[in-house]
């Protein structure tokens, strides 16, 4: 099993929809959760991080954490054709070091 | 704002070669990362750094692999003897302490390395 898994994409919507982009892990003593955005031949750009468990709203982004269901995920609304990208989830489980997901990518249908 | 940066750009090399890949960190953190990723894969994480020691290691960094600062403002990875499949783009990172599992690591540019 791998120890953070996303959705197989690729994953389109039309523009103005909602893009729901889920990742699951298998630690469970995993603490801190990261969402990342990574254009292609780019860095990762952070989006949102959560550590509760429940809702996280940023602007346009929700991410939503359940520890026990061992899952995180980012919902982006009235999604834009510049959010076409890769859609990384990262998990940090030991102070300084972070596991990342193999990466969802969206594309936003103007 | 304060950024991480990273030079090269890219860099070619020979098979056998060895590379230094060169990163500033954000000037008051403390704590340095690299990770790379191959072309159409994962970001992987190599190493993590700490008050002039490595903090953690993965399997990916073997002998081939070090780590230094040589100074106040560099932090460098060394490839002693490049393979085909060191090819990738390597990431460094760097965050505010460390200490906290909770803590944002911002990512450089990025140096892609093609190894011939």
């Known amino acids: 099993q791998k120890e953070v898994e996303q959705n197989s994409g690729p994953l389109s919507v039309p523009e103005g929809a909602i893009a729901s982009l889920n990742c699951t892990y298998s630690d469970r003593g995993s603490q801190s959760f990261f969402w990342y955005r990574q254009y292609s031949g780019k860095s990762p750009e952070l989006i949102m991080s959560i550590y509760s468990n429940g809702d996280k709203e940023d602007g346009r982004f929700t991410a939503q954490l359940n520890k026990a269901s061992q899952y995180v995920s980012l919902l982006i609304r009235d999604s834009q054709p510049s959010d076409s990208a890769t859609y990384l989830c990262a998990v940090n489980t030991d102070a300084g070091k972070s596991t990342f997901g193999d990466g969802t990518t969206l594309t936003v249908k103007p | 704002e304060p950024e991480v940066t990273q030079t090269p750009s890219h860099q070619v090399t020979q098979m056998g070669q060895e590379v230094i890949l060169r990163c500033v960190p954000i000037?008051?953190?403390?704590?340095f990362y690299w990770y790379r990723q191959i072309l159409g894969q994962k970001v992987e994480f190599l190493v993590s750094f700490y008050n002039n020691e490595i903090s953690e290691k993965s399997e990916i960094f073997d002998d081939q692999f070090s780590v230094e600062r040589p100074d106040g403002s560099n932090f460098t990875l060394k490839i002693r003897s490049t393979k085909l499949e060191d090819s990738a783009m390597y990431f460094c990172?760097?965050?505010?302490?460390?200490?906290?599992?909770?803590?944002?690591?911002?990512f450089g540019p990025g140096t892609r390395l093609l190894v011939l």
């Open positions: 990172a760097s965050s505010e302490s460390g200490r906290a599992l909770s803590e944002t690591q911002y």
């Open positions: 000037s008051n953190h403390l704590y």
